[in-house]
């Protein structure tokens, strides 16, 4: 039973972030005005607004004016709803919830940075400050259980490492090699992760960048890896192996 409430959550929450995901690169109001269709601006009523299920029920096509829907809008509910519940099955409840709200910043994470190119400084903070204040007061609610020390000066060489990267990268060949959400990215998941894991991240996370980018980007000039996508994929995946 417990299962299925936190699927249904997960589901809820993806919904919610569909409309984060959407509005918050637009400095739009993520609260109001209510959903809308994005062709005609006609409100959504709250019975064809059901997370996963009304996506199915409408054929991925909108009521109002039979427009296509973004998949993005399934992916991200089904997606969500998902990853509560596998935490809910490999967790307990403190550090299910725990959780919960930290792979929800990371999903927001990894679709604005794929649509946007954006990774935006309050979920950076977000991750860093609170990985830190769990490891130093909480400890028991990360599974990946790490001291305070270890999540600092993780967090200090994942910073260090990226920082000098696009700092060198931006001397030598006049190119931002590395946004500086990604730089404070890494070193708010390492806050999470420790050292151990904080490599197989980087391994992990600059696999899915190279496949990345040869399957779309191999022929694209100046082509940008949303490589904060990358590692918020990774990130979520090391919590499970």
Known sequence: MLGVIF??????????A???????????????????CFKCQKQIPWYL???????????????????KLNPQYIIVEILTAVIFLLNYLNFN?????????LFFITILIIFIDF???????????????SGLVVALFFNHLNPVDITFKNAFITSVIGFS?????????????????????D????????SWLGFEKFLYLLVLSSLLGIIYFAIFGRHIKNFEIPFGSSMGLSFIVLFFV
């Open 93 to 101: 409840i403190a550090q299910a919830i725990t959780l919960n709200i």
């Open 115 to 129: 649509n946007e190119r954006i990774i935006f400084d309050v979920f950076n903070y977000s991750i860093l400050i």
């Open 18 to 36: 569909n409309v984060i995901i959407l509005r918050l690169p637009k400095n739009q109001n993520i609260a109001l005005p209510r959903s809308y």
């Open 183 to 190: 730089v404070y990215l890494i070193a708010g998941f390492s």
């Open 7 to 16: 699927f249904v959550l997960g589901a809820l929450f993806g919904s919610f």
């Open 161 to 181: 490492l990226f920082f000098s990267l696009r700092f060198i990268f931006k001397k030598l060949k006049d190119i931002e090699a590395l946004g500086l959400g």
């Open 49 to 67: 607004n059901i997370p996963i299920v009304s996506f199915i029920f409408l054929v991925g096509k909108t009521k109002c004016c039979n427009e």
